[in-house]
């Protein structure tokens, strides 16, 4: 099932904002990009999506903006001057520009600014922040595809409904097939012996016989129990998606049963304009969680 959810916020430090997104997946597979140093954050997140998911491939997302001059690098300038007036006194010349390029590599001289990355991935507090919203961030996603949802499950009722047709047209086409089975071989014993030395007793048999190879009650029956079972699946609620797959196969298997069955073009038809609502059926089912 697909969705998009963002969630964002600032501190003094900067401003930070989380993205997820899901596409479908038959299991559930998490991953998390976040920037240097907060490992934590992963851990967190990919423990707290079961919580809200059991199906789907999801990425998660933080991205993190520094406040205006809190990641720059502060200068030591008493240290910078001791050092220059040190090195005038010792040459008696100006200081050029590669010797000023060398003091400010002098450890002390430029100093990173406290507000680093790593130094907010060090504070237990900002950590604590951004995994609370991490997760808010999932509840939001998980909102958005229960929304989605809603919109599927209409769409599979309309679909079990569509198939409830087709399968009805073949209840009543199915009523005729005793009657065409025995037309057709009677006329076919008539053009092989047109001379009548079949035994008639023998010609019920085999009509019989062949009138409950083409018998396609059962198949009608387990396709009523089915779409039965795809509505109780459908009302129940997630997660139901590996369910509503299976079933599709059990639901496909009974059409082509009734095709391979059919011994007239109409009850054909219906079996495969079934098979299309099923293939339908159970493309929508693979979004499903």
Known sequence: ??????VAGEAEWGSWAWE???VNGRGLDVRVNYPPGFEALERAIKTAAPKFFKRGSLQVALR????????????NNALLDALAAAVEKRTGTALSGDVFASLMNVKGVVEPGASSLRDLAGDEAITTVLISAGEN???????ERQREGGV??????GLVAGMEAHWREAGELAASQPALLKERLTKQLDELDPDGRVDKDRMAAEI????AKADVREELDRLSAHFASARELLAGGSPVGRKLDFLAQELNREANTLC???ISLD??????GLKGLIDQFKEQAANVE
């Open 20 to 22: 997820a997104k899901s």
């Open 208 to 211: 019989a016989l062949s009138a």
């Open 1 to 6: 099932m697909t969705g998009f959810a963002r």
């Open 152 to 157: 599927l499950a209409e769409l599979l009722e």
């Open 64 to 75: 993190i903006d520094l406040a205006s001059g809190a990641d720059s690098a502060t200068i």
């Open 267 to 272: 009850l054909t038809n219906a079996g495969l």
């Open 137 to 143: 961030a999932l509840q939001a996603l998980q909102a």
């Open 260 to 262: 391979s069955k059919s």
